[in-house]
């Protein structure tokens, strides 16, 4: 069965300092892949997506993420955090005919000033 | 270019009482989805909708739940009656088609709780 884990569920960082959330997906066939973030109160905004081509994807924000095949894996990489990047960030996966979003629990990232 | 709107932000009811949520898609928009977000989780998908048709309600309990989209467009997501685990922020969406490579935009979300 497809799936998406985020292994990290809290994270705290400090403002200017590098940022990775992991995510791992399970998928027979080649994913799409997406990176949403969501501030409080606010809808899920996508960061980037991977459907094929280049495996280092770039996003808004200042966001990338790198597809790695042998890994399962689609990590979020920001190189200095801001104190605005606080928030919950999901990683997705469009699994199935329809491509049916399969969403992992979520990160909740802190930033310290 | 407007957002998908939704309404209302944020409804309090008791359980067993009725309650209905109201979602605008962005304009040529053909896909709909609702998701329910349950605190601490990621979204759940409760119904697509293509055009004016279901793709998937898998997920929808339909005892309780029930979604229509008339005329392709607007959307209504409602639960009758509510039970307390329905207590979550409903999520409407909208892409501009089917396919799971096009990117869904979000509206704010209603939040929901049931006492």
């Known amino acids: 069965a497809q799936s998406v884990t985020q292994p990290d569920i809290h994270i705290t960082v400090s403002e200017g300092a590098s940022l990775e959330l992991r995510c791992n997906y399970s998928y027979g066939a080649t994913p799409y892949l997406f990176w949403y973030v969501q501030s409080p109160g606010q809808g899920l905004q996508l960061l980037l997506k991977y459907f094929s081509g280049d495996t280092l994807v770039q996003g808004i924000k200042g966001f990338e993420a790198e597809f790695k095949r042998s890994q399962s894996s689609f990590n979020l990489r920001k190189p200095s955090v801001h104190w605005s990047d606080a928030a919950e960030y999901f990683c997705?996966?469009?699994?199935?005919?329809?491509?049916?979003?399969?969403w992992g629990l979520g990160t909740s990232l802190a930033v310290n000033p | 270019e407007a957002g998908v709107a939704q309404s209302p932000r944020y409804k309090i009811i008791e359980k067993r009482q009725s309650v209905a949520f109201w979602c605008n898609p962005i304009s040529g928009h053909a896909t709909l989805y609702w998701y329910q977000q349950i605190l601490g989780q990621g979204p759940k998908l409760l119904i697509q909708?293509?055009?004016?048709?279901?793709?998937?309600d898998s997920q929808l309990p339909k005892d309780r739940f029930s979604a229509e989209r008339l005329k392709g467009v607007d959307s209504t997501l409602k639960i009758q009656p509510a039970k307390l685990e329905d207590s979550a922020v409903y999520l409407c969406?909208?892409?501009?088609?089917?396919?799971?490579?096009?990117?869904?935009?979000f509206g704010q979300g209603t939040r929901l709780t049931v006492v």
């Open positions: 997705a996966v469009g699994a199935g005919n329809n491509r049916k979003l399969i």
């Open positions: 909708f293509q055009n004016n048709g279901v793709v998937d």
């Open positions: 969406a909208s892409s501009t088609r089917s396919t799971g490579n096009t990117e869904a935009f």
